[in-house]
C-alpha cells in the first residue's frame, strides 16, 4: 500500500530503501540492511538494547519510525570500529571484561559514545547517569564504569 | 499495528488540515506514541510527524521577557538551554529526570503536557512558572493555563483539529524562584511517587506575594494546591510556614492506591516535598538560615 523510500546516511553509506511506515529504525536497521548489532530487547524504550546514533543524538531505535529518519545521520555499533581496530570505548570494555552475555554492549557502546562526544572527561556520576538507560542483567554495571572511566583517565576518545 | 498514513507537514496549517480526520494523531518524540501503538493501545490511520515545523521546534525570546518554546522542542534541547537554564531552572531540572538520555533526546514538552500523564515531570514547574498553552485549529487560536488543558488521565480539552503549538513562559517578576522535586525510588528512568513544584515570589520586605505550588502523581491530573499557596501569601518565610503549606498541599493532594505507592504514603510525600521545595527556592531568594 503506501511504502515510501527512504534516504539516510548509515555509518557513512548512503542508503536508499523502500519502506513501510510501520516499520520502526531498530526493524529498518537489522531487516533491511542486515546490521544486526543493534539489538531487540524490550521493544519500548525501557532497556536501551537497541541504541543508536542520529544526528548525534542517542535514541532507542524501537521508538522511532524509519520514515523519521530520511535524511538523517545514523551511527550503528558496526559503524565504531575501524580498520585500524576498535573504538576507544570497545577497547577499554574488552580490556575490564565489561561484557558478559553482550546482549547489551552495542546498547551500551552508544550511549557511552554519546557521551564522550558531548562530554570528554566525564565522572562517574555523570558516567551512570548517561548508561541509565542501559539495562545489563550480568555485569551489574560496576565493569562497565570501570572500563568507562579508564576512557576517561586515558583521555583517549577519539 | 494497522498500516496508517505518514504525513510531515512544513506548517501549522498544514498541520491542522491533517489532524483533521479521525485517529490521526501527532508524532513528536514518539517515546509514548509508539508503544502505544505497538501494543494496540492506540488506533491510528494518519500519523503526522511535527518535526519539520520550524514554529514547533524553536525556543524563541519574547518582547516582554518571556520565552516562547515550541511543543516538539525536545526534554534535552530544553535542559542544554542557556536562556531556560538562567531563567526557568526548574523547568530545564524537570525536563532531565524523564526516563532515559535516550528519550530526552526523543521526548517534547508537548507531549510531556498532551499525554496528560499525572506523573508528567515538565508540567509542574511549567504549572508553578504560570505557564499558557498555545493552542491552535480550524477556528483559531487560543491560550489557557496549562493546568486547564488536562481533564482526565491521558485526556485533555483539545479537540480534533487542534494543536497544542507552543508553551509561553511568562516573564517573572523579580525575586522569584521555583524548585521541582520529585519521590522516585530509582533516581532515573522511573515515574513520579509524587512531585512538587513550589515557586514563590518575594517583596521588598521579604513577604510572600505570590506563590504557585503544582503537584505531580497525587491526582487524575497535575494539579495546584491551592490551599497551601494560601497559607504563604503575605507572610514571612519560616519553617513553620512551610511545616503548615506541607500539611495544606497534603490535603490539596488526593492520590490514589497503586503498586507505586498507597495514597497515605503519597499525601506524607506531598508534605515534606512541598516543605523542601519551598525551604530550597527560598534559599535562592534569601541568604542565610531560615527562621
Known amino acids: 500500500m503506501s511504502k515510501e523510500i527512504l534516504a539516510c546516511t548509515v555509518n557513512g553509506d548512503k542508503q536508499s530503501s523502500l519502506i513501510d511506515p510501520r516499520d520502526t529504525l531498530l526493524e529498518f536497521l537489522r531487516d533491511r540492511l542486515g546490521l544486526t548489532g543493534t539489538k531487540e530487547g524490550c521493544s519500548n524504550g525501557n532497556c536501551g538494547s537497541c541504541t543508536v546514533i542520529v544526528d548525534g543524538q542517542t535514541l532507542c531505535s524501537c521508538l522511532m519510525f524509519a520514515a523519521e529518519a530520511q535524511e538523517c545521520e545514523i551511527t550503528t555499533v558496526e559503524g565504531l570500529a575501524t580498520v585500524e581496530g576498535f573504538h576507544e570505548v570497545q577497547d577499554a570494555l574488552v580490556r575490564h571484561g565489561g561484557t558478559q552475555c553482550g546482549f547489551c554492549t552495542p546498547g551500551v557502546l552508544m550511549s557511552a559514545v554519546g557521551l564522550f562526544n558531548e562530554n570528554p572527561n566525564p565522572n562517574e556520576d555523570e558516567i551512570r547517569l548517561a548508561i541509565a538507560g542501559n539495562i545489563c542483567r550480568c555485569t551489574g554495571y560496576e565493569k562497565i564504569v570501570k572500563a568507562l572511566q579508564d576512557v576517561t583517565a586515558n583521555g583517549e576518545v577519539a | ?291
Open chain 2, 1 to 291: 499495528m494497522d498500516l496508517f498514513n505518514f504525513q510531515t507537514p512544513r506548517s501549522i496549517p498544514e498541520l491542522i488540515a491533517a489532524k483533521n480526520s479521525a485517529n490521526a494523531w501527532l508524532l513528536a518524540g514518539g517515546t509514548d506514541l509508539i508503544p502505544q501503538l505497538k501494543e494496540d493501545r492506540r488506533k491510528a490511520e494518519t500519523i503526522i510527524d511535527v518535526k519539520k515545523i520550524a514554529a514547533m521546534t524553536n525556543i524563541s525570546a519574547e518582547q516582554d521577557g518571556g520565552l516562547n518554546i515550541g511543543a516538539a522542542v525536545t526534554a534535552t534541547t530544553i535542559a542544554q538551554s542557556e536562556i531556560v537554564c538562567a531563567s526557568y531552572p526548574a523547568l530545564a531540572y524537570s525536563v532531565a529526570l524523564i526516563g532515559s538520555r535516550q528519550v530526552q533526546n526523543r521526548a517534547s514538552l508537548g507531549g510531556n503536557v498532551c499525554n496528560a500523564a499525572p506523573s508528567a515531570d515538565a508540567v509542574p514547574a511549567l504549572m508553578s512558572y504560570g505557564a499558557l498553552a498555545n493552542i491552535e485549529g480550524t477556528k483559531g487560536k487560543r491560550s489557557l493555563m496549562v493546568e486547564e488543558i488536562f481533564t482526565g488521565p491521558g485526556r485533555t480539552v483539545l479537540e480534533q483539529d487542534e494543536v497544542l503549538a507552543s508553551i509561553t513562559l511568562p516573564a517573572l517578576p523579580e525575586n522569584t524562584a521555583a524548585v521541582y522535586q520529585r519521590f522516585t525510588p530509582r533516581r532515573e528512568m522511573d515515574i513520579a511517587v509524587a512531585g512538587v513544584s513550589s515557586r514563590i515570589t518575594l517583596d521588598a520586605n521579604s513577604k510572600i506575594v505570590d506563590a504557585k505550588i503544582a503537584l505531580a502523581s497525587v491526582g487524575p491530573t497535575p494539579l495546584r494546591a491551592k490551599a497551601a499557596e494560601m497559607t504563604l501569601i503575605g507572610e514571612v518565610p519560616s519553617l513553620k510556614l512551610f511545616e503548615a503549606a506541607g500539611a495544606a498541599a497534603a490535603s490539596d493532594a488526593s492520590p490514589i492506591d497503586d503498586t507505586r505507592g498507597s495514597a497515605d504514603y503519597r499525601r506524607h510525600l506531598v508534605s515534606v516535598l512541598c516543605r523542601r521545595t519551598l525551604a530550597s527556592a527560598t534559599k535562592e531568594l534569601i541568604q542565610g538560615d531560615l527562621p
